[in-house]
């Protein structure tokens, strides 16, 4: 129902900035709250910040608050990760993911309460 692809990763220098993207296709998109989680090589997915259905509210990692900005477009279908001052342990896969549920007034950072999964952009943060 809800088709994801990331864009926007790359190769960047510590206290760089990068912007990742999340182009949605279907017509519940709008309807979802949407997740961004990261994986780095041995180490288990792990949550980074959350946006409600209605991009009124939105939640991040501890590891990430202050320095992400996640936001949504409708008219694009689109989600973004503002990423600023980045450092080498942010190196990651950065996937997108869509809520298994629609019009859900909450928010989860448990991968297996998202049903939708973009294929992942790498970004590497070099010191």
């Known amino acids: 129902q809800v088709q994801l692809v990331e864009s926007g990763g790359g190769l960047v220098q510590a206290g760089g900035s990068l912007r990742l993207s999340c182009a949605a296709s279907g017509r519940t998109f709008s309807s979802r709250a949407m997740g961004w989680f990261r994986q780095a090589p041995g180490k288990e997915r792990e949550f980074v910040a959350a946006i409600t259905w209605s991009g009124r509210s939105t939640y991040y990692a501890d590891s990430v608050k202050g320095r992400f900005t996640i936001s949504r477009d409708g008219a694009k279908n689109t989600v973004y990760l503002q990423m600023n001052s980045l450092k080498p342990e942010d190196t990651a896969i950065y996937y997108c993911?869509?809520?298994?549920?629609?019009?859900?007034?909450?928010?989860?950072?448990?991968?297996?309460?998202?049903?939708?999964w973009g294929q992942g952009t790498q970004v590497t943060v070099s010191s």
């Open positions: 993911a869509a809520d298994r549920f629609m019009y859900r007034n909450s928010w989860s950072a448990a991968p297996n309460e998202y049903d939708y």
